[in-house]
């Protein structure tokens, strides 16, 4: 059968793929995988349920080698080291996006240390790394935790400019039922997630709260459609994690001209550099977040964001993730035999 014109079949293995009910807050891998295909891939993806539990690995593994016996793919996308190890051993070209954890350690809720298995994980996520055709890395300082021979490929997760777009900051704030007169810091994420530090906000709020009347507001179990209402109804963006890749909240916010105080974490440096009216603290303590904050509400004004971060248009990390795809499979076989991509991605075992 003749398969130039053929779209490259991709399976891409995930076990954060959002579906309602689930409080998974990896939308932008969803996301990666509807712009894949609307740039003529055609996408299928593999979700799991991973739990940290070797038992479900070792259930996704089977079913997807039995998958993999009968069906064909061009390509598999593991997205997050773990994921990688169902593809083990490779029965197609394998890339493997690493996104934080997986390469940095896995941060326990109960003791805000790293968790004793991390080590294993990292490990685990190494043997991936040497065995895929491609690395993919979300920030230039995790290619540190690879080997020196891996020549991983550096590229942030995207951001849809109209998704995540500002809105009139009245407006926001009467739909979402905030109010219409106070000061508001913005604080997106679990609030007991010991990697998250929601408590340094908390402390920082507390703190600026003697000198500048302040609410935190924190977006967690909303709406994912609501988040942008969010960053435009609020004055700032606090970040306070201890380990990122690159965290998506920050460009998001960005992208909505959110003035963003964040603590030296994953790439942040990198994105606020040179960006007037955004605070990169000095170190982590409530006091500095505090008087950042301060800084940040007095000036009163939104920011240049979105132009800072317009080559993280995800049109344009999609090309470059279909550059890597295409560069992998001139390396391999021809792509095998597909039906037309469809509008979105294809979940497997979905009807």
Not at 16 to 30: D, Q, Y
Not at 41 to 56: D, I, Q, S, T
Not at 67 to 93: M, N, T, V, W
Not at 226 to 254: H, R, W
Request: hydrophobic content about 45%; charged content about 25%.
């Amino acid at each position: 059968m003749d398969t130039v014109n053929k779209p490259m079949r991709v399976l891409m293995i995930t076990s954060e793929w959002p579906a309602p009910g689930v409080n998974l807050t990896a939308h932008f891998i969803k996301r990666q995988a509807d712009f894949l295909t609307a740039a003529g891939v055609a996408v299928e993806v593999f979700p799991f349920k991973g739990a940290k539990n070797p038992l479900n690995y070792l259930k996704a593994w089977w079913q997807l080698q039995r998958k993999l016996r009968h069906e064909r793919y061009d390509l598999i996308h593991a997205q997050f080291g773990q994921s990688g190890l169902l593809a083990l051993p490779k029965r197609s070209p394998m890339i493997v996006t690493f996104r934080g954890s997986d390469l940095l350690g896995t941060v326990s809720d109960r003791t805000g240390r790293h968790l004793s298995v991390s080590v294993i994980h990292q490990t685990l996520s190494r043997i991936v790394a040497a065995q895929a055709d491609a690395v993919i890395v979300v920030s230039e300082h995790m290619k540190s935790q690879l080997r020196p021979s891996i020549q991983a490929h550096v590229i942030p997760s995207g951001i849809d400019f109209s998704f995540f777009r500002r809105t009139d900051k009245k407006v926001a704030r009467q739909r979402l039922g905030l109010p219409l007169n106070e000061k508001l810091v913005l604080f997106v994420g679990r609030p007991t997630q010991a990697r998250k530090r929601c408590y340094l906000a908390e402390q920082a709020i507390e703190i600026l709260k003697d000198s500048m009347p302040a609410q935190l507001v924190v977006a967690w179990r909303v709406p994912h459609t609501d988040i942008p209402l969010y960053m435009s109804a609020c004055d700032a963006l606090v970040f306070t994690s201890m380990q990122e890749g690159s965290p998506n909240v920050v460009k998001e916010a960005l992208a909505c001209d959110l003035p963003v105080v964040s603590v030296p974490v994953g790439d942040v440096a990198e994105r606020l550099k040179g960006l007037d009216g955004c605070e990169l603290c000095a170190d982590e303590r409530p006091e500095t977040i505090a008087a950042a904050l301060g800084r940040v509400l007095i000036r009163n004004g939104r920011i240049a964001g979105r132009e800072s971060v317009k080559a993280l248009d995800e049109n344009i990390t999609t090309a470059r993730v279909l550059n890597i795809y295409k560069s992998v499979l001139a390396r391999n076989e021809a792509p095998a035999a597909s039906t037309e991509p469809k509008r979105g991605a294809a979940v497997a075992g979905s009807s």
